[in-house]
């Protein structure tokens, strides 16, 4: 494949799936920029949720090792699947509270209509775009585009997070949040001097960086070879669920709670991230009743914030399996190992992004060995079902040995549900981006461990020191290479 050709579809890829694009493109808004010393953050305004207040910072001891996820509260060691059934609502709380912040309960009213069908690939493949409905009085909703073989099935059913289904609406969204960056200002650091207003829907199709219009065609070609092994694919726009803008309003509060499923749980203080990966569970939800779709096989993906969505989603909803692509910070990183290798903290996360994780995080910055739990938290709640981590070797965002010591920190939860064996990891040759590789290191992941086929590979590698120097020195080697030079 030529280099202009590999850079186009890898572009697509990340369209698709949510990667950090040009605002122009995506329906989500992102702001970072390193915080100015000696400029104040101004509070956010407590949410008051069920769950009601749990010690803080100062009232926690400091655990420089991983929490073990095999300990009880009361210092229980858990030996019986009895025991880790109380052990998981233990985690769950502690991360709800701490982590990602409290969701509203499944809805259970989930209805679907079909919008649009129609074929793609020579007839090879089938599209409908279903518009959901639920939540109080059915008011909230959700469009999806469901992909499958138009021959045979049930068929596993990988959802991805990340853009707009081919023929969706794209829906109103906030106006952009004050410029930060040349101010070196984080998002704790901004109001809006005004109300926030919603800005008109952007006419016509989304349209990929070249112009071209996402269509069922475009987004089919990406997943041919998914199609090809038997699955279904399933896409859906994360920020639909929620806005994914750091703008805050005049009270300090963040706007995004006044957009999508947020206003019709005011109570509860969930994140971001939380919010995309109840969207997931929506969707699982009406694909149990879809005939075409295997409703023992949802498979979540995403990449970059929607991988760390998808990891959140798989912990949180027993009837998903976890393939997280690209996470960086706050994802399969345990916050206690990463920084090294330029690889993002707690500190960046909770300053650049507070808006994606619960309230209550915040405070910790500085202070990661005060933390009750680290991100193998996450993954131990997946157990036993299959979970695969999809990395890059030259993503210096994220740190191979801490998304190791996450792995090894959940491998005991597995191991006890006898399904050790079923969490792994992946590290492809590409930085923070999908490839074809990536897809394929998933299917063979789950056509093992979920599908029961004979798959002659392991999923146990992690990249050595001089592994990751080479594949950065590679990168940039090719990089001047292919950039022009001035005349």
Known sequence: ??????????????????????????????????????????????????????????????????????VMNDGTKVTTVQQWQKRREEIRKILEYYAVGQAPPAPGNVKGKEVLSETALDGKVKYRLVHLTFGPEEKLSLDIGVFTPAQGGPFPAVIMMGSAPPGSKALPRLTAPPASSGRGLSPMQIVSPVAPSSEAAPEGPTR?????????????????????RGYAVVVFCYTDCGEDTTLRNPDGSWAFRNTRFFQAYPNYDWGLLRAWAWGSSRIADYLATDRVIDKSRFIITGASRCGKAAMVAAAFDDRLMGAPMVTGGGGMGAYRFAGPRKSETLEKMVRNFPNWFSPNLHEFSGHKEKLPFDQHWFLALAAPRPFIALEGDTDTISLPEAVKQSILGAQPAYALLGAKDRIGVNYAKHGHAVTLEDWTALMDFFDKYSRGKKIDRAFDRFPTEAELDA???????????????KQ
């Open 471 to 485: 594949a950065l020195q590679a990168a940039e080697a090719e990089r001047k290479a292919a950039t022009p030079k």
């Open 1 to 70: 494949m030529s280099l202009w050709k590999h850079l186009r579809l890898s572009i697509i890829l990340a369209l698709v799936l949510g990667l950090e694009m040009p605002a122009t493109i995506t329906r989500g808004q992102q702001v970072g920029a390193p915080a100015a010393p000696n400029v104040p953050e101004i509070p956010v305004p407590r949410v008051k949720a069920p769950m009601g207040v749990l010690p803080g910072v100062n009232e926690l001891p400091v655990r420089n090792e991983m929490p073990d996820v095999m």
């Open 208 to 228: 990929d960086i070249f112009g071209s219009p996402i269509t069922t065609q475009s987004v089919a070609n990406q997943f041919t070879d998914l199609f090809a």
